[in-house]
């Protein structure tokens, strides 16, 4: 009994040592080149989504930052940008 303990204990740490957290994600919302509707792309620039509007990108968004943790960052057409950290 002893000894299947043991090898339990040692499974359960080697487990643990191999699980690694999700890391932060770093989503950008800005307009497309026509100014049509909102893109949201990752750090890297992959397209993962049109919106018509900002703020359906942004409710879009919001739910996924908030759940990974990381930071949504809005480019307005005027140059400005705005970081949320979720």
Same mark, same amino acid.
């Given at each position: 009994?002893? $000894? %299947? #303990? $043991?090898? #339990?204990?040692?499974?359960?740490?080697?487990?643990?040592?191999?699980?690694? =957290?999700? +890391? $932060?994600?770093? #989503?950008?919302? /800005?307009?497309?080149?026509?100014?049509?509707?909102?893109?949201?792309?990752? !750090?890297? !620039?992959?397209? &993962?989504?049109?919106? =018509?509007?900002? *703020? /359906? $990108? *942004? #409710? /879009?968004?919001?739910?996924?930052? %908030?759940?990974? !943790?990381? *930071? &949504?960052?809005?480019?307005? =057409?005027? !140059? %400005?940008?705005? %970081?949320? +950290?979720?």
């Amino acid at each position: 009994m002893q $000894a %299947r #303990l $043991a090898q #339990l204990v040692t499974y359960r740490s080697d487990c643990q040592k191999k699980f690694t =957290p999700m +890391a $932060a994600i770093t #989503l950008h919302i /800005a307009p497309d080149d026509n100014f049509d509707d909102w893109v949201v792309h990752d !750090g890297d !620039g992959r397209e &993962l989504g049109h919106y =018509p509007t900002r *703020e /359906a $990108a *942004e #409710l /879009a968004t919001q739910a996924v930052v %908030r759940k990974r !943790g990381g *930071e &949504l960052v809005v480019h307005f =057409p005027d !140059g %400005r940008v705005i %970081r949320h +950290a979720l």
